[in-house]
């Protein structure tokens, strides 16, 4: 009679988890960062205040329920009702915009570049960024150096997206301030390694002169 064979032991089995989808924003990251600027950083307007405010209360209750929706802007859908209130905002946020109000045009020139204005226009939204950069509105400076960088609404340009950077920080744009000492800081430290290999170059070129002068004494001595 044959002896049993032991059991095979048995293989833990390694199951692999999924990484978790992330969640979709839906509103694209330079527009985030404009509405949460409207409430961080004020400039002082001398018209259209109080149709500015009227309009936000309710156009930011419509960014609250987009926010939390796990889907982007576009496939967010509203009632007849909810549309005809948001139509009114925006009409009333124009007429703020007429008045010169810049966080109206910065407002109305997001709604327009994302294809939910009044006028769908790209042109008309671009217009309205540059209208409030004009005015000195920090928030304007920054919003164009993104269109400029990402290519919204407008032609993709680094040395626009670059100068509008800059200005802002020169303007006290906190954040555009960072990004400019950082840029500085990496410029600095690149221009130093440069130096440094250079220095290293010289020495080795130097090494080699004094080598090929020591064998040239001991030859002819």
Known sequence: MPAPQPEPESVATVVETPPKPQPIKPTP??????????????????????????????????????????????EVHFSDKHISARKQALLTLQQAANAGHTGAQLRLAMYTLLGEGINDDKEVGVSLVKQAAEKGD????????????????????????????????????????????????????????????????????????????????????
């Open 138 to 221: 920090v928030r304007a400076e920054r919003l164009l150096s993104h269109l400029y960088y990402q290519g919204i609404g407008v032609p993709m340009n680094a040395l626009q997206g670059k100068y509008w950077l800059e200005k802002a920080a020169s303007n006290g744009h906190p954040e555009a301030s960072a990004l400019i000492a950082e840029w500085q800081q990496a410029e600095a430290l690149m221009m130093s390694s440069k130096q440094e290999q250079s220095s290293i170059q010289r020495y080795q070129m130097l090494l080699g002169i004094v080598a090929v002068v020591a064998i040239l004494l001991i030859v002819l001595l």
């Open 29 to 74: 990251q330079p527009f985030m960062q404009l509405l949460d600027e409207l409430v961080s950083i004020d400039v002082a307007q001398t018209a259209g205040i109080e149709d500015y405010q009227n309009a936000s209360k309710v156009l930011d209750q419509f960014e609250q329920h987009i926010a939390k929706q796990n889907k982007p802007r576009a």
